[in-house]
């Protein structure tokens, strides 16, 4: 027995030092301050509510009353709320893109927020999502939250989105992967996402490269890293832009005249983006009236209405030969958030069209 003696002790001291570090860490848990998260809030469905009938008011509830339905977010974090807007997302334009902006890096500058999470309307929620991953300089989580039901519905998705974006915003293995889209229990790439569906909770996908991951109840899953640069890599983060340069987008279809491109040129446009049928095809006519844009200094970028798939240069159309830009992965409407942000960099066809092939 004498020689089992210094065994016993070892297990003894081993068994005490474990329990010494369990303390240690359940001290730790209850005592250290929660990560505190900056929310920005903008309106949508998520701060809608139902009005007489079938129909409801988008950005009529505030914030406050969003998050005391998830009273599960105080043992979370510590949630400072900021209206930046109160829209509907249809009405979400270049001004409040610029002041969203600014409010999200100031919270990003500072160095008490681990995160930060915007509250939006699922409408143009991908355009705002991937304006930021190139207008945002930090590597801290941006993770933007919507809902397809409003607050005041059956079964609102709302709060159980919100608690998955804070969860998100505060992990730091969020960190350094561009902006996020939170919604439905999954987590998407600001450059990727695209809302798909007019009503359903599952509206959102991810049609080229796929989910970021998963969110189940706040525990995180990631599949793996964002594919082109984002936030502290991107050249025009942090944004200093007072305004953003015009560009409308034209949709094509069977039997697209050029009067639509005439008309946007002579309103101004200094940039277009072509929703094109297939990958990025339009029609003779609408073509002619691109090349003659171009012409006369506009630069034309061919996207595709199909909702997914790339497209490429020369094709079944020479883009050489008409000075057109094509847009590679992304759709018309994130593509006219890039062409915005390199026209305002003062960047021509040759270098916007770079810019295509690394964001
Ligand atoms: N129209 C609403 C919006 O985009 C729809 C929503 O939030 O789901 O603000």
Redesign the pocket.
């Known amino acids: 027995m004498g020689h089992l003696q210094p065994r016993v002790k070892l297990s003894f001291c081993i068994f005490i030092a474990a329990a010494r570090v369990r303390l240690l860490h359940y001290l730790m848990a209850t005592t250290s301050p929660l990560p505190c998260v900056r929310l920005l809030a903008t ?4 701060a ?1 509510a139902q009005t007489e009938g079938r129909g409801y008011a ?2 009529t509830i505030s914030v406050e009353a969003l998050l005391a339905a998830v009273p599960e977010l105080n043992s979370l974090a510590t949630i400072e709320v900021e209206q930046v807007a109160r ?4 009405d979400m334009d270049d001004t409040v893109w610029l002041q969203l902006a600014a409010r999200a890096q100031a919270a990003l500058d500072d160095p008490a927020i681990a995160g930060v999470v915007i509250t ?6 991908e355009e705002t999502a991937y304006f930021l991953n190139l207008a945002l300089k930090s590597t801290k989580p941006v993770v933007l939250v ?3 039901r409003p607050a005041t519905a059956i079964s609102p998705d709302g709060p159980m989105n919100l608690y998955n974006a804070v969860a998100v915003a505060i992990d730091p293995v969020a960190s350094d992967r561009g902006v996020l889209v939170v919604t439905n229990d999954e987590i998407h790439f600001a450059r990727e996402v695209s809302k798909t569906n007019t009503t359903q909770v599952g509206t959102f996908k991810s049609p080229n490269r796929g989910l970021a991951g998963l969110v189940n109840r706040g525990r995180l899953h990631f599949f793996g890293p964002t594919v082109r640069r984002h936030t502290v890599t991107s050249e025009f983060a942090p944004v200093a832009a007072t305004e953003l340069p015009r560009v409308d987008i034209i949709y094509a279809h069977a039997g697209l005249r050029r009067d639509l491109i005439d008309a946007a040129v002579s309103a101004g446009a200094r940039g277009l983006v072509i929703a094109g049928v297939g990958a990025g095809n339009l029609s003779t006519g609408a073509l002619a009236a691109c090349a003659d844009a171009v012409r006369s200094g506009v630069l034309v970028v061919r996207s595709s209405r199909t909702g997914g798939g790339v497209v490429e240069r020369n094709i079944e159309i020479n883009d050489d030969k008409h000075g057109l830009i094509v847009a590679e992965e992304l759709n018309p409407q994130k593509a006219r958030v890039l062409l915005m942000l390199g026209l305002g960099r003062g960047l021509d066809a040759a270098a916007i069209q770079a810019r295509f092939m690394i964001y």
């Open positions: 309106g949508g469905t998520i809608g988008a950005a829209i509907g997302s249809q939006h309307g699922t409408d143009t929620m919507g809902a397809m």
